[in-house]
């Protein structure tokens, strides 16, 4: 087994490097014990040479996203120093992009965020997803850009959520055995309506975790096999029924998921479903 100690270090929140990371361990599977030092709000060289000193105790590998030249510099020099591997990752990015803009760059720590009607528009969206999850205040359905529907333990909220950080306004309905969908949900015209399916196997196995989490008996239909599978039936049929387009999330993380559905609601504005 491979363990790695990885120093994340951003003039921000360090969402950028998380965000990379994340996708960059991914091609390393043999790599079993990532831990992982967050320096966040690095903005002066005072910060910078207590950062040097957190990796002098406990070297490793370091990463980093600073668009101040100079604490850049700071940096990169006291790690060549330390001898350890440092990459910096925005500064090749930037400068090409510079120079092919012909401007100069700001270095402006944190300037991505910025609270304009963008900002405003996810955080509208996160309320709208927080009141419309799992068939919640159903009146105002149809003021949704997209709901998703599915049976119990199908990474429906989080998928909502996710997609609020992206200015979507999502809702999910909840398939319930013995249960109609909701008149609401049948009668909302302006939504994108997405049917979530999952294998049966998977399926049992999550609920069965959530059930001990819970304490709850696991002796029910619940997270019986056959019932989970006519559950997973029933829902396919009732999304053929309706034309609703299905996405079978098995394999698939809350983020794939949610690029999946924000493709096909791209292609329903251009027209193209």
């Given at each position: 087994?491979?363990?790695?100690?990885?120093?994340?270090?951003?003039?921000?929140?360090?969402?950028?490097?998380?965000?990379?990371?994340?996708?960059?361990?991914?091609?390393?599977?043999?790599?079993?014990?990532?831990?992982?030092?967050?320096?966040?709000?690095?903005?002066?060289?005072?910060?910078?040479?207590?950062?040097?000193?957190?990796?002098?105790?406990?070297?490793?590998?370091?990463?980093?996203?600073?668009?101040?030249?100079?604490?850049?510099?700071?940096?990169?020099?006291?790690?060549?120093?330390?001898?350890?591997?440092?990459?910096?990752?925005?500064?090749?990015?930037?400068?090409?992009?510079?120079?092919?803009?012909?401007?100069?760059?700001?270095?402006?720590?944190?300037?991505?965020?910025?609270?304009?009607?963008?900002?405003?528009?996810?955080?509208?969206?996160?309320?709208?997803?927080?009141?419309?999850?799992?068939?919640?205040?159903?009146?105002?359905?149809?003021?949704?850009?997209?709901?998703?529907v599915g049976v119990s333990r199908t990474s429906k909220t989080p998928t909502c959520i996710y997609l609020a950080n992206r200015g979507?306004?999502?809702?999910?309905?909840?398939?319930?055995?013995?249960?109609?969908?909701?008149?609401?949900?049948?009668?909302?015209?302006?939504?994108?309506?997405?049917?979530?399916?999952?294998?049966?196997?998977?399926?049992?196995?999550?609920?069965?975790?959530?059930?001990?989490?819970?304490?709850?008996?696991?002796?029910?239909?619940?997270?019986?096999?056959?019932?989970?599978?006519?559950?997973?039936?029933?829902?396919?049929?009732?999304?053929?029924?309706?034309?609703?387009?299905?996405?079978?999330?098995?394999?698939?993380?809350?983020?794939?998921?949610?690029?999946?559905?924000l493709q096909l609601f791209h292609s329903r504005l251009d027209g193209v479903i």
């Amino acid at each position: 087994m491979t363990a790695l100690l990885l120093h994340k270090i951003s003039d921000a929140t360090g969402d950028t490097l998380d965000v990379v990371v994340r996708a960059c361990l991914g091609q390393f599977p043999h790599v079993k014990s990532v831990e992982e030092k967050r320096w966040t709000m690095v903005r002066s060289k005072d910060m910078v040479n207590k950062v040097l000193e957190g990796i002098s105790a406990r070297p490793g590998f370091v990463i980093f996203t600073l668009v101040d030249d100079e604490l850049s510099e700071q940096l990169t020099r006291g790690c060549k120093k330390l001898n350890v591997p440092c990459i910096d990752l925005l500064s090749p990015v930037l400068n090409q992009l510079g120079n092919y803009l012909g401007l100069e760059r700001d270095q402006r720590p944190g300037s991505q965020y910025v609270m304009d009607a963008d900002y405003f528009s996810k955080i509208e969206a996160l309320h709208y997803v927080l009141a419309h999850d799992d068939g919640q205040s159903m009146r105002d359905l149809n003021n949704a850009d997209v709901v998703l529907v599915g049976v119990s333990r199908t990474s429906k909220t989080p998928t909502c959520i996710y997609l609020a950080n992206r200015g979507i306004k999502a809702a999910n309905v909840p398939i319930v055995p013995g249960m109609e969908l909701p008149e609401e949900l049948l009668l909302a015209e302006r939504p994108l309506k997405v049917g979530i399916t999952k294998d049966p196997r998977r399926l049992v196995q999550i609920r069965r975790q959530r059930l001990k989490m819970q304490g709850h008996d696991e002796d029910t239909d619940y997270v019986d096999l056959d019932a989970v599978a006519q559950e997973i039936r029933d829902a396919k049929r009732l999304y053929i029924k309706h034309g609703w387009p299905v996405i079978d999330v098995s394999r698939k993380s809350v983020e794939e998921t949610a690029a999946t559905v924000l493709q096909l609601f791209h292609s329903r504005l251009d027209g193209v479903i």
